[in-house]
C-alpha cells in the first residue's frame, strides 16, 4: 500500500520569505511524486513531478521540490513567496503512472 | 502542458435525476482517465479508473450501478450519476495521464442536487 502524508494542515509566510510545504511518503517500491496546486472552485493544477534523475526537480511558478529517499520526503519549496501562491496544495505518490494516492492538502497562505 | 476540460463545470438537479458529465483530454490521447470526489477542503477521493474500450474498474465502496463510467475514446471519458440525491453533491474532477506520465486535471465540476 502506499501513503501520503502532509503534516501541515495550514502554513503561513510573509510575502518575500522562503516557503517550504512538507510531504512525506511511504511506498512499496520507487516513488513517482508529484506536487499540484489547487485554487477555489478550481480542479488541480500540475506544478512538479519527481520520477527519476536528479534529486532537486524544478517546476512551475518558482516552485521546486527536494526528493529524499532516505527521509523519503519531498518537500516543496519556493525562495520567495508571493501572495498569488496562496492556495491549496497536494502531494501525490504512484508506483507508475497509473493511481495516484494524495496527501490530504496543505492551505499555503501567503501574507502581505 | 497538456489541457482536459469537463463539461459542465456546474449542475444543479432534483433529486431523483440523472446527471453525465464528460471529461475531454483536448491534446493529447488518453487511454487511462480517472474519476475523483472531492468534499470541501479534503484530499482528492479515487473514484474509479476509466480504460478506453472496457470497463471501468470502481475503488471499494463505490457503487458501479449509481456512478457510470463510459470510456468511448482516446479522449474522452463520461462520468453519469443516476438516481442522484443529495448526499451526491460534490466537487467531481477527471484526471488523464498523458505520454510522459503525468497526470493533468480538468478544472471540475460542482454538482448540487436538491
Known amino acids: 500500500a502506499q501513503s501520503v502524508a502532509q503534516p501541515e494542515d495550514q502554513v503561513n509566510v510573509a510575502e518575500g520569505n522562503p516557503l517550504t510545504v512538507k510531504c512525506t511518503y511511504s511506498?512499496?517500491?520507487?516513488?513517482?511524486l508529484f506536487w499540484y496546486v489547487q485554487y477555489p472552485n478550481r480542479g488541480l493544477q500540475f506544478l512538479l513531478k519527481?520520477?527519476?534523475?536528479?534529486?532537486l526537480v524544478k517546476g512551475s511558478y518558482g516552485f521546486e521540490a527536494e526528493f529524499n529517499k532516505s527521509q523519503t520526503s519531498f518537500h516543496l519549496k519556493k525562495p520567495s513567496a508571493l501572495v498569488s501562491d496562496s492556495a491549496l496544495y497536494f502531494c501525490?505518490?504512484?508506483?507508475?503512472?497509473?493511481?495516484?494516492?494524495f496527501g490530504d492538502g496543505t492551505t499555503l497562505t501567503v501574507k502581505p | 502542458g497538456a489541457v482536459v476540460s469537463q463539461h459542465p463545470s456546474r449542475v444543479i438537479c432534483k433529486s431523483g435525476t440523472s446527471v453525465k458529465i464528460e471529461c475531454r483530454s483536448l491534446d493529447f490521447q488518453a487511454t487511462t482517465m480517472f474519476w475523483y470526489r472531492q468534499f470541501p477542503k479534503k484530499s482528492l477521493m479515487l473514484m474509479a479508473t476509466?480504460?478506453?474500450?472496457?470497463?471501468?474498474?470502481?475503488e471499494q465502496g463505490v457503487e458501479k450501478d449509481k456512478f457510470l463510467i463510459n470510456h468511448a475514446s482516446l479522449t474522452l471519458s463520461t462520468l453519469t450519476v443516476t438516481s442522484a440525491h443529495p448526499e451526491d453533491s460534490s466537487f467531481y474532477i477527471c484526471s488523464a495521464i498523458s505520454r510522459q506520465e503525468t497526470q493533468y486535471f480538468g478544472p471540475g465540476t460542482r454538482l448540487l442536487v436538491l
Open positions: 476509466s480504460n478506453e474500450g472496457s470497463k471501468a474498474t470502481y
Open positions: 519527481y520520477i527519476t534523475g536528479d534529486n
Open positions: 501525490a505518490v504512484s508506483l507508475n503512472a497509473g493511481k495516484s494516492t
Open positions: 511506498v512499496s517500491g520507487n516513488p513517482y
